[in-house]
């Protein structure tokens, strides 16, 4: 399901921190969580990322969340940002099978 929100993504210790637009809300996700960020490319007008993670009650394998961006520096940079500073495996569009 798609839900479109503006979000300001951020690292607080070892989570991944979507802050969903104005207001005060906010989702942590645990690095522990996070199985990969695949940075995807360019698809129905932006560039995407999606966070895939475990599903705690192991009901699925995994859940994604997908950002977009209309610049792919921003995708780029989070995917930087996920590496570096959560540790995350992330990988590329080229990366993956298909």
Excluded: N
């Amino acid at each position: 399901m798609d839900v479109p929100a503006s979000v300001t993504v951020t690292v607080e210790g070892q989570a991944l921190v979507l802050h969903l637009g104005a207001s005060d809300q906010s989702i942590e996700l645990l690095a522990a969580d996070i199985r990969r960020v695949r940075l995807t490319g360019w698809s129905y007008d932006f560039f995407r990322a999606a966070i895939e993670l475990r599903d705690p009650f192991e009901v699925v394998d995994h859940f994604d969340i997908v950002l977009g961006s209309e610049e792919e520096y921003w995708i780029k940079a989070f995917g930087k940002m996920c590496k570096e500073k959560l540790g995350s495996i992330v990988v590329s569009s080229e990366e993956l099978p298909f």
